[in-house]
Every structure is written in structure tokens, then in C-alpha cells.
């Protein structure tokens, strides 16, 4: 799980879409698969918590030692983001 991806050679943020652009970027990337993980390159899958937080998953969660982390980990890690950002 990550608020970030790579798309070519720009870095997209989660917490900067909103519900209508996420959804279009959703739609996007089933049709091109340019989206990639950036801790190690892995097609990536559009995901939301259950408390509302967008994220970026491995598409395959196969061989990432990437950790997991339950919705409330991820709200408060989104909250802070916005925050610094």
C-alpha cells in the first residue's frame, strides 16, 4: 500500500485525486498499465479503504516485501500526507 506511483517518469500522489479523478485514473490505467509501484515497479491496483482513504496496491501481491497496513494505519498516514503536503 502506498499513496505514491509512478506513471513514466512522473510521481503520482493518491491524496491528490479526487473521487471523479480517481475514478477516470482507475479507467486510465485498466486500459495502459502505466502505472507502476515505486518500491519495486509492480503494476499497481486503484484501491479505498472502508474509512474513505485512496491508495495504491501491488496489482499481484507476489514478490514485494512491502508491508501491509490495516485502514486506520492508512488514514492517519493520509492525513499527515495532506498535511506536509
Known amino acids: 500500500m502506498s499513496f505514491r506511483c509512478t506513471s ?10 479526487d473521487a471523479e479523478r480517481w475514478e477516470i485514473l482507475r ?3 485498466r486500459k495502459d498499465r502505466a502505472l ?12 479505498q479503504t472502508k ?3 485512496r491508495y495504491f496496491a501491488h496489482a499481484k501481491k507476489e514478490g ?10 492508512m488514514l492517519a498516514r493520509e492525513m499527515i500526507a495532506k498535511a506536509v503536503h
Not at 513514466?8 to 485525486?17: K, P, T
Request: aromatic share 2%.
Open 36 to 47: 507502476k509501484m515505486t518500491c519495486c515497479g509492480a503494476d499497481v491496483t486503484l484501491r
Open 8 to 17: 513514466g517518469d512522473q510521481e503520482l500522489l493518491s491524496i491528490d485525486f
Open 64 to 73: 514485494c516485501l512491502a508491508a501491509t497496513d490495516p485502514a486506520e494505519v
Open 27 to 29: 479507467i486510465r490505467d
Open 51 to 53: 474509512l474513505g482513504t
